[in-house]
């Protein structure tokens, strides 16, 4: 089946450790993106790329990094350095084109717990 | 300034009833597209519709119908006849053409939980 994979659902981390969530997409989309959701809030951009080896920061990219070595593949880590990475992250990709009604499509999210 | 706006943190529907779930947005693009989604309980963000700037007409599918109202920067999302599996979040997103290309950078309301009674 097509669509987004993200691993793991559900992960725990000690303070100080680094952690790196896994996002895999077979849609051959050229973009693909990193969000964040706090409970009860809308998503934040994290990180976003349009092609193979380049990515931008989103509005939030502060104890994140990323990389994108190949086109189905944007694995983020969360690293020691983020105060708050309690939180759902959700990967997305979509289509680069010139057209704003490419739709986003969201993986199933990874909800990772600082303890 | 928020760019996507929900005023109502929660909605209450009868079921086969229809409710209107409000999104105001600011923005000084010209072109742009506005997204609603739906979140369930299990986390996963579903694509419902779509209204792009210069859609002359209101968007529909199935069950869900977009008032697209330009000057007042309003996209309201409606749902006929309500079922008990609509219960969930719904967010408002919009996208911005900057440049002449897209970048898939959804800018999300804060959402707006809908309950469904029986």
């Known amino acids: 089946d097509g669509g987004i994979t993200q691993s793991p659902k559900y992960l725990f981390r000690k303070e100080g450790q680094n952690v790196t969530l896994s996002c895999e997409q077979n849609?051959?989309?050229?973009?693909m993106y990193w969000y964040r959701q706090d409970p009860g809030q809308g998503l934040r951009l994290i990180y976003y790329s349009q092609i193979v080896n380049d990515f931008q920061k989103g509005d939030i990219a502060e104890g994140y990094s990323v990389s994108r070595e190949k086109k189905e593949s944007f694995p983020l880590t969360v690293t020691s350095a983020q105060k708050n990475p309690t939180a759902f992250y959700l990967c997305?990709?979509?289509?680069?084109?010139?057209?704003?009604?490419?739709?986003?499509?969201f993986g199933e999210g990874s909800w990772l717990t600082v303890v | 300034a928020q760019k996507i706006t929900q005023t109502q943190p929660g909605m209450f529907v009868q079921e086969k009833e229809a409710v209107t779930l409000d999104c105001t947005y600011d923005?000084?693009?010209?072109?742009?597209?506005l997204f609603w989604y739906k979140q369930p309980s299990s986390g996963e963000m579903i694509f419902l519709i779509y209204?792009?700037?210069?859609?002359?007409q209101n968007a529909t599918e199935g069950r869900y119908s977009l008032n697209f109202q330009k000057a007042r920067k309003s996209a309201n999302l409606v749902i006929s006849a309500s079922q008990l599996g609509d219960s969930a979040m719904y967010f408002c997103?919009?996208?911005?053409?900057?440049?002449?290309?897209?970048?898939?950078?959804?800018?999300f309301g804060q959402g707006t939980i809908l309950t469904v009674h029986p």
């Open positions: 923005t000084s693009d010209q072109s742009y597209g």
């Open positions: 209204q792009g700037s210069y859609d002359e």
């Open positions: 997103a919009m996208r911005e053409n900057a440049g002449g290309t897209s970048y898939g950078k959804l800018t």
């Open positions: 849609l051959n989309h050229d973009a």
């Open positions: 997305a990709s979509s289509p680069f084109s010139s057209s704003s009604g490419n739709t986003i499509y």
